[in-house]
């Protein structure tokens, strides 16, 4: 079984499976609660009889010493400079796959987010400045321009859940964006005594992990160690070393699974199957993991680590706020408090959407906007979320009395700002649906993740021509999977009342199948006798072989022209064809069967009934014309 096929085995036993991106929000989305959690338990231990142990725990000393050099921080600090560099690595590495495969890669599209996000910016500091009293409360005003990616994503997932998908990609493409603006103030506004020696010093290190990646050295354990000394010299340089996460991200490419590298491990499977031996063994292993791109691979491992233990452990290590009589009486009087909770409550939402809505008016450029104006107006609200990075901002702005009314601001604001988006988002479930669909419709359509659209001329269709939605499937006869998937289409093909058409594409994966390619031109010159769909069917039946001979007498069952099909497969007259489906199956970037897109988009959910059903159903309503 090849790397492709264990994961779709794990498709098998998971029907509900979500996609990267799908994961990605998810594991934001559990994470939220943790935060949360972590967050209560500082406020209530910082208010507890045991408020001095708490203070306490933060301020322990903890140094390590390398010879002659010794790195020594208070505990706290080792989790917002140290541990937090990894939560901005993640940040780093989503934006570049981004970037890479996902929304981001059409660079006009991702114009509308970053104007937002501008604007998500600058309005929120110009009412901070308005409203504070000026002179040592005015050092934190980066505090209302960043949104807690962790938080706001996990609010947008439970309160938007049944929302687009497009809506979370929206949000998370301007969140990043808050947050390499925020990353960068950090390092220009907020770190101080440069050296100018280690900051080259972390700059050569960065440039030698570039080529590192060009000329191909794959082994982890070097990028980590290198991770660690940038990381290393980032801090010694004076500029704060969470921009060391984000730059190590940001250079991890992103890229989907090679044809190539997989048969190389298939290879290297087989040998191990042949002969298990503990070298084989690591050999196979260690090419299994390598056919993922090292973005890929870096957040499969980091996220967990990021979302339930680095963001809790910051939280618990600044949420800690002291909410006593005074404390409250001082915030609320405050200028300070009053111009953060204004900020991210008021002036993130005002800045998204006036600089959303200048963005798309057609005499300024009229930019595609991917989402309707109701979610986009929703979501702008959990921009307003502004936690985890405004806590650090405001911890390297103020000491004392400042820091505390700060805090107070920013809890109270991001408790606010969380109850008005979920508010909005159960409100816009109470609109009427068509105005609701009326009102997405009105968004640019889609993304296109399908380089060779279908053309009727020379993909095999089923299912009429002015169907609603189109659904591909790169798929291998031999492949188990797309067997066990084939009833499924079957079945969704029958219950669609002719709103959706079936194009099948070849994809025989030749080194794990070695019947598949013989099968794919098999089907072909059926089709070439008017006969593709009966073949099609009869091919994917499992009970079906595959051999040569089976062909002919699967040929023969069906009606064919025996003598003129054993002609075309002899000649390998379709061999062409299949080639071509092949080709543009690598310009998708899709390396395992079966693979589907919905409307050109690419379906990476469950291969069961009802998932599949659930997206044909979400394509239906959008594709739909307006009355």
Known sequence: MNETETHLEGQTRAPHRLSALRDF???EAGSAIVLLAATVIALVWANSPWRDAYHALWATPLSIDLGDTTLGMDLGHWVNDGLMALFFLLIGLEIRREFDMGELRDR????????????????PVLFFLLVSSGGEAARGWAMVMATDTAFALGVLALAGRHGP?????FLLTLVIIDDIAAVGVIAIVYSADISLAWLLTALALLGVMVVMRRIGIERPAAYIGLSVVIWFATLQSGVHPTVAGVAIGILTTAYPPRRDDLARATRLARRFREQPTPALARAAASRISLTLSPNERAQH???????FVVVPLFALANAGINLDADTLGRALASPLTMGVALGLVVGKPVGIISFTWLATRPRLGGLPLSVGWPSLIAASFVAGIGFTMSLLIADLSYGADLL????????????AAAVLSIG???????LPREWMRRAERRAAPPMSDLPAPVDPSRDHVRGPADALVTLVEYGDYECPFCRRAAPVVDELLARSEGTVRFVMRHLPLTDVHPN???????VEAAGAQGKFWEMHDRLLDPRSPLQAADLVGHAEAIGLDTDAFERDLHRGRFGARVARDVASAEAAGVAGTPTFFINERRYRGAYDLASLEAAVDR?????APED
């Open 25 to 27: 929000l998810h594991t």
């Open 108 to 123: 006009r599209r991702v114009a509308v987010p970053v104007i937002a996000a501008v604007g998500g910016m600058t309005v």
């Open 165 to 169: 998908l497009r809506l979370r990609v």
């Open 301 to 307: 491992g980091l996220h967990p680590i990021s979302s």
């Open 404 to 415: 505390e009314e700060a805090k107070v601001g920013i809890l109270a604001a991001s408790i």
């Open 424 to 430: 909005i988002f159960r409100g816009l479930r109470l």
């Open 516 to 522: 598949a390619a013989l099968a794919a031109e098999a």
């Open 619 to 623: 394509a239906r309503r959008l594709a």
